[in-house]
């Protein structure tokens, strides 16, 4: 079956993908216990957001109608990680 084995063949980025989601939700909730200024409270709910988009998406490539809908799905979550990083590396 097509999909199954790209979901087969995605696994290692898939599980890197969820080992980011745990990391990324559980700084999150450490945050919520220490007192920040609003924008760091802000970049914090934004940097939850963005992540939790690429998750949802790479879990939605797995179920693509074609190798075209497959690629774009990934592509948009790249773009989104990419994003993602370049706000971490702009935090002051």
């Known amino acids: 079956m097509y999909f199954f084995a790209i979901a087969n063949n995605n696994l290692r ?3 890197r993908i969820d080992n980011l989601s745990v990391r990324v939700i559980q700084a999150y909730c450490q945050s919520k216990t220490r007192s920040f200024d609003d924008a760091k409270k802000v970049l914090s709910k934004q940097f939850l957001r963005s992540e939790t988009s690429i998750s949802a998406n790479c879990a939605e490539a797995v179920y693509a109608q ?4 497959f690629l774009s799905i990934y592509m948009m979550a790249k773009k989104v990680c990419l994003d993602l990083f370049s706000q ?4 002051p």
Do not use: G
């Not at 074609?66 to 809908?69: E, I």
């Open 13 to 15: 980025i898939q599980k």
């Open 66 to 69: 074609s190798k075209k809908d």
């Open 88 to 91: 971490v590396l702009n935090t």
